[in-house]
């Protein structure tokens, strides 16, 4: 692609999160990205040389033409909404982890608490902390803790140093029929078309979604990134799970 005068690349998603080619003079969208933020990071691929991006939407449906039409023109005002900073606490388990992988002698308490200062409150901690040891992932002896042996084996596999999550996938349901209209995955916005019929979310518990048919016009609030939890999000206590979903709702 780099080398060529003149090529094509069919391209799924993955083109959008980790291609640099800066002269590509026309994006084709075969079909609508399911929030604002794709929508920007595929056609931000386009033709840095000049100011203009040149941009191709193929729609199948007056529902899908009517979504890019919004979608374009929010992205093109920056009514985007801002949304508030929430530490992910998986992390705090991921580092607490790591950090007792890489000193298998074992740490004192403060240590830990010190290094996942930033992501929660000391109280937070200390109830992960407490919970990880009771489902065997962690040992306190001698006043210092300790990576159990099930924690050292995962380790030894290489699954305890990154947090990033495999790309989810929802099953959408349609809360008037009780009928499954079909999964997406990844990053939704509160609005999104999947079937060929605009959706808009009510629920999402676990990787279910409940969506409603959206007939309107789909506002700049309604294009909200969903926040996302990382793969060690599981291990948390359920009592920090409820104040997340919480806090998010």
Sequence with gaps: MKDADVAVCVATSTLEIGID????????????????????????????????????????????????????????????????YEPDLSVAVQQTFSLLYQNPQGLAEMEILELISNLCSKEEARLILRHLRKNGWLEWRSGRWFASTKLMNLGEKGRIHSNIPDSQTYRVINIDTGKEIGTIAGVFDEVFLLGGRIWRVVSVDNDVIKARHFKGKALAPLFQRRGNVGAFYWLLPQDLKAKRKEIAG
Excluded at 58 to 65: A, L
Excluded at 66 to 74: A, C, H, Q, R, S
């Design 21 to 84: 080619i800066g002269d590509i003079d026309l994006i084709v969208l075969a079909e609508p990205p399911l929030s604002i933020s794709s929508l920007l990071q595929r056609i931000g691929r386009g033709n840095r040389r000049e100011d203009t991006i040149h941009v191709v939407a193929i729609v199948k449906s007056p529902e899908e033409k009517l979504l890019l039409d919004t979608m374009f023109k929010v992205a093109a005002s920056g009514e985007l909404p801002e949304e508030p």
